[in-house]
C-alpha cells in the first residue's frame, strides 16, 4: 500500500493546495459540529429543563449560524475534494495508457484486450479512493476525533474515559476483516477484467462467432467469468455487510456503558441531563470517525488490489526508448542496412532471426519471403524498431535506429500492416492521419493516387462518410487503399509493406497492385509478402526460412536454379489453378 501511495501521489502534485484547502474545510465543518452539540448541551439545559422561551433564542441563533456556515464549508469542501479527485483519476489514466502505448507488441500478446481496459477505467477509479479516502478521509477522520474527545473530555472526564477505553473494539473488528477484503477485491478486478474481455472478444468477433454458430459457447464463457466475478463479489459485499453489522453491536454497547455511567453521574450530581445528552450525541460522532479510521484499511486494501494491476503495467519496461543523446540527421535518403542481426522474442525458446544482412538502396524495391513462421513479420518489427535486435545492427543511411529519436524513425519508415487500422472517424480524417495538418485537396489527391477517390466519392457523405474498425462498411480492398492513400500522403522515405494484399481475393490484390507502385515509386520499399504478383518488379528477393536468410538475388535469377524460392514460386502458381 506504501508502495502504490508513494507511486501515485506525485499524480496529485498540480493540486497540492487544492487539498490543504479541502483539509482546511474538513476540520472546519468538524469543529463547527463539535459547537453545535454544545450549543445543544445548553440548549437543553437551559431552555428546555426550565421552560425558559428567552434562554431559547440565543443558543437557537447560534446553532442555526455554525450549522449554515457548516453547510457552506462542507459543500466546498466536498466539490473540491470530488473535482481533486476525478482530475486526478484523469491524470493516472492519461499515464498508464501512455506508457501501455509504447510497449511492445508482445505485451499485447500477453494481455487481454478486455482486461486491460479494465484495468484503464475500474481500477483507475478505484485508486482514487486511495488519495481521497487516504489523505482527505483520515485527516477529516483524525480532527473530528481530536475535537470531540476534547468537548467530551471537557463536558465529564470520567465519562470521556470510558468511551476512550471502549474505542479499540471498533478498531479491532475493522483489522480483523481488512486481508479478507482486500482478497475479494483482488478477485473482483480481476473477474470484472475477464468479463470485459470476453465481452470485447465475443463483440468484436461477431462475424466469427455467428458464422460459427458460437452463440451459445460465447454465452458459456461469459456464464463462466460471470460466476467468478458473482462470487467474489457476493462474498465482498457479506463481509462488509458482517463488519457492519458487527461494529453496530459493538456501537450499542458503548452507548449503553455510557448511558449506564451517565445515570450513576447524575444521580451523584456531577452531570445535568443536557450534558448526558450532548455527551451521547458526542458517541455518534465520535466512533464514526474512529470506525473511519479502521475503515481506511479496508478501503485501502481494495484500492491496493487495483493499484497492483495498474503497476504491473507502469512496471513493464517499453522494449525501445529514445536514445539519450540522439542523431538528427537534416534528410533521409533511404539507404537501409542490416549487419548479422539476431533476435529472439522476449521468453522465446529460439531465435526467431539469425545472421541476417543486406541493404536496401534509395528507391530500391525488396521483397521479402519465405515460408510461415520463417521470421518475415519479425523482420518488419525490427525495421520500425519495435524491438532492437539482441546481435547486430539495424541503419538507417548509415545510423544505427537505436541512435534516432523513436518519432523521427517512424516518421521516415512508414509501416503499412497486415491488418488496416481503421479509427473511428470519417474517411478523410482516417487518410489525413498520415499527415497531420494536411488540407482537404491533399487528402483527395493521395486518395486519387490511391485509386481510392472513385468509390469514395460514390458513398452518401463522400470523404466525411463515418468509419468505424468493427462496421467499416468497406472492403478489404477498399480498406486496403484507403491505408496506402494515408501512406502516400505521410510521404516516408521507406515503406515497409507487410502482406499488403494479404486477404484479398485476385481482383481485389490486382487493383492494388496498381495504386502500390506509385506508392513505391521512388522509395526505398521493403514488401513482405506471398504473393509473388510484385517478383518480377523487385530489385532483390530475399527468401527466409527458419529465422535465417537462405537465398537472395533478382526474380529470374532465384527462377533459374534449383532454390527455396522457386518452389514457392511453382506453389504459388499452382495455388489458383
Ligand atoms: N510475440 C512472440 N513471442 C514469441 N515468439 C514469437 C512471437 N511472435 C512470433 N514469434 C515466433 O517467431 C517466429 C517468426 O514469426 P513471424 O511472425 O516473424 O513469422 P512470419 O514469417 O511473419 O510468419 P507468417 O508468414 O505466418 O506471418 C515464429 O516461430 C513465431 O512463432
Redesign the pocket.
Known amino acids: 500500500m506504501r508502495q502504490a501511495f508513494r507511486r501515485f501521489w506525485p499524480l496529485v502534485k498540480g493540486d497540492r493546495r487544492w487539498l490543504a484547502v479541502i483539509c482546511v474545510c474538513v476540520v472546519l465543518a468538524a469543529l463547527g459540529e463539535t459547537a453545535a452539540i454544545l450549543l445543544f448541551s445548553e440548549l437543553t439545559d437551559h431552555a428546555l429543563r426550565t421552560g425558559s422561551v428567552a434562554a431559547f433564542w440565543h443558543p437557537a441563533g447560534e446553532w442555526l449560524a455554525v450549522t449554515v456556515l457548516g453547510a457552506i464549508i462542507g459543500y466546498l469542501g466536498n466539490s473540491l475534494a470530488v473535482w481533486t479527485a476525478e482530475r486526478f483519476v484523469m491524470r493516472l489514466r492519461a499515464r498508464v495508457f501512455g506508457h501501455l502505448q509504447d510497449l511492445p507488441?508482445?505485451f499485447f500478446?500477453r494481455h487481454r484486450l478486455g482486461d486491460l481496459v479494465e484495468r484503464l477505467t475500474g481500477d483507475v477509479a478505484v485508486i482514487e479512493q486511495l488519495v481521497l479516502t487516504g489523505v482527505v478521509g483520515t485527516i477529516s477522520a483524525l480532527f473530528s476525533v481530536v475535537f470531540y474527545a476534547a468537548a467530551a473530555l471537557w463536558l465529564c472526564w470520567q465519562l470521556a474515559l470510558a468511551t476512550f477505553c471502549l474505542a479499540p473494539l471498533f478498531w479491532l473488528a475493522a483489522r480483523r476483516f481488512s486481508g479478507r477484503i482486500k482478497r475479494v477485491a483482488r478477485a473482483e478486478r480481476a473477474a470484472d477484467g475477464a468479463i470485459t474481455s470476453v465481452l470485447e472478444e465475443s463483440l468484436g468477433n461477431i462475424v466469427l462467432t455467428q458464422a460459427y454458430n458460437r452463440k451459445r459457447a460465447e454465452e458459456r464463457r461469459l456464464r463462466r467469468e460471470a460466476r467468478a466475478w458473482l462470487r467474489a463479489s457476493v462474498t465482498g459485499a457479506r463481509l462488509t455487510e458482517l463488519y457492519q453489522q458487527i461494529v453496530q453491536v459493538v456501537e450499542t454497547l458503548c452507548v449503553l456503558a455510557v448511558i449506564g455511567l451517565g445515570a450513576w453521574q447524575i444521580a451523584q450530581h456531577r452531570l445535568t441531563i443536557g450534558q448526558l445528552l450532548a455527551f451521547a450525541a458526542f458517541l455518534g460522532y465520535l466512533y464514526p470517525p474512529i470506525q473511519s479510521l479502521g475503515n481506511l484499511g479496508l478501503t485501502l486494501q481494495a484500492a491496493t488490489a487495483g493499484a497492483e494491476r495498474l503497476l504491473e503495467i507502469l512496471d513493464t519496461e517499453p522494449a525501445v526508448s529514445d536514445p539519450p543523446h540522439p542523431v538528427n540527421p537534416r534528410r533521409v535518403h533511404g539507404t537501409v542496412t542490416l549487419t548479422d542481426v539476431g533476435f529472439r522474442?522476449?521468453?522465446?525458446a529460439c531465435d526467431?532471426l539469425r545472421g541476417i544482412s543486406f541493404e536496401a538502396r534509395p528507391g530500391e524495391l525488396v521483397l521479402v519471403t519465405?515460408?510461415?513462421?520463417?521470421?518475415?513479420?519479425?523482420?518488419a518489427k525490427l525495421l520500425l524498431r519495435f524491438y532492437d535486435p539482441d546481435t547486430g545492427t539495424v541503419r538507417l543511411d548509415g545510423v544505427p535506429l537505436d541512435a534516432l529519436p523513436l518519432g523521427f524513425l517512424r516518421r521516415h519508415v512508414a509501416l503499412l500492416p497486415q491488418q488496416t487500422l481503421i479509427l473511428h472517424d470519417t474517411i478523410a480524417e482516417n487518410i489525413g492521419c498520415g499527415r497531420p495538418g494536411a488540407s482537404r485537396a491533399e487528402i483527395v489527391e493521395a486518395a486519387r493516387d490511391a485509386d481510392a477517390h472513385d468509390f469514395v466519392t460514390a458513398l452518401p457523405d463522400g470523404y466525411d462518410t463515418l468509419i468505424d474498425p468493427h462496421t467499416a462498411r468497406l472492403s478489404g480492398g477498399q480498406l486496403q487503399r484507403i491505408a496506402i492513400a494515408r501512406a502516400m500522403l505521410r510521404d516516408a522515405r521507406v515503406l515497409v509493406l507487410d502482406?499488403p494484399t494479404a486477404g484479398l481475393d485476385a481482383v481485389a490484390a490486382r487493383r492494388v497492385i496498381g495504386p502500390l507502385r506509385r506508392l513505391m515509386a521512388g522509395r526505398t520499399t521493403i514488401m513482405?509478402t506471398?504473393d509473388l504478383q510484385l517478383a518480377p518488379d523487385a530489385d532483390r528477393i530475399l527468401v527466409?526460412d527458419g529465422?535465417r536468410l537462405v537465398e537472395h538475388g533478382g526474380h529470374a535469377e532465384l527462377l533459374g536454379r534449383r532454390s527455396v524460392y522457386a518452389e514457392l514460386h511453382s506453389a504459388r502458381q499452382e495455388a489458383p489453378a
Open positions: 507488441p508482445d500478446a522474442y522476449p521468453g522465446a526467431a519465405g515460408p510461415s513462421g520463417a521470421g518475415k513479420s519479425t523482420f502482406e513482405i506471398h527466409l529465422g
